[in-house]
């Protein structure tokens, strides 16, 4: 499978918890984005990444939030001392560059359910 | 700012029906509109986008929509539904910025969706 592969796909944790999502884009895409993705509402933006280095955060990426794409390849998104309202479907998506006509790829999600 | 409308939550069509899934936008400058359609416990599927040029884009599965600058709407639309479309749809907007390297450049705003039902 050559898309966009995100593990775990459910998460299910208790409040105060931590939990790190993994994103593995396409292997030949720069760009990486993370969406959030709540009921009833359409993904917006975490932050996303060219390569390795991280370009842009959205002011909805708290100080308990923190994504790092190490080598440019995988990244991974951590959530410090989870809160119930972080329970949602966060989306990875990948794309080979900035332009519009390259598109994105989005992977399935993982969904956290904080109880 | 950046935002996209998506006035109907829910629409319903018989299949074999045309159907028109609407959005509307607002953005500084020309934009890049995008739809994607979700199946349940799915990411995002990309359906078609408008970048330049002809106002009429087609995209996969038979869907097409229409950019119209002065209505600032991309409103979805099919010929003739499936039941299979039924789905969850998203229009997606970002701007052009004038470099490959900008603070929002990458990001896509996207509206609240709208669920599709096409019935037997």
């Known amino acids: 499978d050559t898309g966009v592969s995100q593990n775990p796909r459910h998460k299910i944790t208790k409040r105060g918890q931590n939990v790190t999502f993994r994103c593995d884009p396409i292997?030949?895409?720069?760009?990486l984005y993370w969406y959030r993705q709540t009921l009833g509402q359409g993904p917006e933006f975490l932050t996303y990444?060219?390569?390795?280095?991280?370009?842009?955060k959205s002011r909805l990426l708290s100080d308990r939030f923190s994504a790092e794409r190490p080598k440019g390849s995988f990244s991974t998104l951590e959530i410090q001392r989870t809160e119930q309202g972080d329970s949602a479907m966060y989306l990875c998506?990948?794309?080979?560059?900035?332009?519009?006509?390259?598109?994105?790829?989005f992977g399935s999600g993982t969904r956290l359910t904080v109880v | 700012a950046q935002s996209v409308a998506q006035p109907e939550d829910q629409v319903n069509v018989a299949e074999g029906n045309p159907l028109t899934v609407k959005c509307t936008y607002s953005?500084?400058?020309?934009?890049?509109l995008f739809w994607y359609v979700q199946y349940p416990n799915r990411g995002l599927q990309f359906l078609l986008k408008?970048?330049?040029?002809?106002?009429l884009v087609k995209g996969s599965y038979g869907f097409e929509a229409e950019f119209n600058k002065s209505q600032t709407s991309f409103h979805l639309k099919k010929p003739s539904a499936l039941v299979s479309d039924s789905a969850l749809y998203f229009c997606?907007?970002?701007?052009?910025?004038?470099?490959?390297?900008?603070?929002?450049?990458?990001?896509?705003?996207f509206g609240r969706g709208t669920q599709l039902t096409v019935w037997p």
């Open positions: 292997s030949e895409h720069n760009r």
């Open positions: 998506a990948s794309s080979l560059g900035a332009k519009p006509n390259y598109g994105y790829t």
């Open positions: 997606a907007v970002r701007d052009r910025g004038g470099s490959d390297r900008g603070s929002t450049l990458g990001r896509l705003y």
């Open positions: 953005v500084s400058g020309n934009p890049y």
């Open positions: 408008y970048i330049t040029g002809d106002n």
């Open positions: 990444f060219q390569n390795e280095a991280q370009l842009e």
